[in-house]
């Protein structure tokens, strides 16, 4: 969670949702720039990888300068530029347009499985981002209300993943880059909304009512206080 979404929320005299929990679009717009800028270097140049990865990385550099002028944190920003390099390596080694695009599919696949095992040891990562957003730690899951809403939750971001798999895992095997960019593009912030939105939904819809909201852990065998009349759980 950035600084600035908790003094906007704060400002509007509102609670926090997932999405500014979450970090809400930048991220996920940033990351479709790099992509977008190495199909466009590889086109114009008659589809050199060089000249691709070249225009990936440039980019890929002022989007990150671009980011910690604006204070967002430095270790999500290297993280990023993290990730284009590595596919930049890999682009170099192979010589294949189609691999600038295989780290994002592996990751993926790694993180649809990670999400997974998550909800079934009932440590819901929804839940460990958001508690740790809220400086929480693991109190979150001695509130069953709450272990059970992130769990709910958690199955929309696994889902993401896998829908990721499916799309882009046919399109790397038949070499379709601009259709891999597109994919790329339409399966990053507006897939992020969508799983905002359910997510949040789902674990506003698992609370029962009463429940104080996602601030305020409700430990087993605890009576829970019933919100103020006109306020907004969460």
Same mark, same amino acid.
């Given at each position: ?6 003094? !906007? ?9 997932? *999405? ?9 717009? !940033?990351?479709?720039? +790099? +992509? ?6 590889? &086109? ?11 225009? *990936?990385?440039?980019?890929? /550099? ?23 390099? /590595? ?9 294949? *347009? ?8 592996? *990751?993926?696949?790694?993180?649809? &499985? /990670?999400? @997974? ?12 981002? /958001? ?11 001695? !509130? ?42 339409? &399966? ?12 949040? @939904? ?17 430990? @087993? ?14």
């Amino acid at each position: 969670m950035t600084g600035t979404s908790q003094r !906007d929320a704060t400002a509007v005299g509102r609670p926090e949702s997932l *999405a500014d929990l979450l970090g809400g679009r930048r991220g996920a717009v !940033d990351a479709t720039v +790099p +992509p977008v800028a190495f199909t466009v270097g590889w &086109l114009l140049a008659g589809r050199s990888v060089t000249v691709g990865v070249i225009t *990936a990385l440039t980019v890929g /550099v002022l989007v990150a300068g671009w980011r910690l002028r604006r204070g967002h944190r430095p270790r999500s920003v290297l993280v990023g530029l993290l990730a284009v390099c /590595v596919a930049a390596i890999v682009v170099v080694r192979t010589g294949r *347009a189609e691999d600038f695009f295989l780290v994002q599919l592996l *990751a993926n696949a790694a993180s649809a &499985l /990670v999400w @997974a095992v998550s909800i079934v040891v009932r440590w819901p990562l929804l839940g460990v981002v /958001v508690g740790a957003a809220l400086g929480q730690r693991g109190r979150w899951r001695r !509130d069953p209300a709450l272990l059970r809403a992130y769990g709910r939750g958690s199955w929309v971001w696994t889902a993401t993943y896998v829908l990721r798999v499916a799309v882009f895992l046919p399109l790397y095997l038949s070499g379709q880059v601009l259709a891999l960019t597109a994919a790329r593009v339409g &399966l990053t912030w507006p897939l992020v909304a969508t799983a905002l939105a359910l997510s949040w @939904a789902l674990v506003r819809r698992a609370l029962p009512a009463g429940h104080p909201g996602l601030r305020h852990p409700v430990p @087993a065998g605890e009576v829970e206080t019933p919100p103020p009349a006109g306020a907004v759980r969460g």
